[in-house]
């Protein structure tokens, strides 16, 4: 097999936000960090328009990314889109071109460097409804829209749903923040388990309100 062809990209970055897999097992859910995804409002291939673009750990900690940044690079198109939120990964020939002087609005939403992973997984998340992410979060470092993958019947692994999620891991006293309604996980023989709001009480209860 071919490894598949590499495509040009480049723009401004209009969001940077943690790059994590979601696998939920009714009851039992488990995070895979993998790194962080851009959205770039800009070309890719010989298409304007934005791309929304994987990168690694180290990626980020050596170019510090942030919204504004003018960037380009390479990358391959993701081998199975049930399991990713970006367009491209496997990204080389990454560079920052130009980067914008810090804007004076406050926050929300927070458009700064985004901290180190373990950070995401030491604040913890609670829900974020799809709506309000789309509306006010998607351009915030504490926002993340995740891919999720559902193991239906834990009998039967290769039995799987998938689809995506919205979280805020922000301060909880953030003003935009709107819950929306509670997720209900497929089980087997048409069981369901419904994720209610203690789950994310106890996700954050660590954390003063403003942080």
């Not at 859910?29 to 851009?38: I, M």
């Not at 919204?67 to 990204?91: F, H, M, Q, W």
């Amino acid at each position: 097999m071919t490894n598949p062809e590499k495509v040009p990209w480049s723009g401004v970055v209009t969001s940077i936000q943690p790059r994590i897999r979601l696998t939920r097992s009714f009851d039992q859910s488990s995070h895979t960090y993998l790194g962080y995804v851009l959205r770039v409002s800009g070309v890719i291939g010989d298409e304007t328009r934005d791309v929304t673009v994987a990168i690694g750990e180290a990626a980020h900690a050596k170019h510090g990314f942030k919204v504004g940044n003018t960037v380009c690079g390479e990358g391959e198109p993701v081998a199975d889109s049930r399991i990713e939120i970006a367009d491209l990964y496997k990204v080389s020939k990454l560079r920052v071109l130009a980067s914008e002087p810090e804007h004076g609005a406050n926050p929300p939403p927070w458009h700064g460097v985004p901290p180190a992973l373990p950070v995401y997984r030491e604040r913890g998340h609670r829900r974020l409804a799809a709506r309000t992410y789309g509306a006010s979060c998607a351009t915030c470092m504490w926002g993340a829209y995740m891919a999720v993958e559902m193991i239906v019947d834990h009998w039967k692994p290769s039995q799987k749903r998938y689809r995506t999620e919205t979280f805020c891991y922000g301060p909880r006293s953030c003003r935009l923040y709107q819950a929306g309604p509670t997720r209900k996980v497929p089980g087997r023989g048409g069981m369901s388990w419904e994720e209610e709001d203690w789950v994310d009480e106890e996700s954050v209860a660590h954390r003063d309100l403003d942080d």
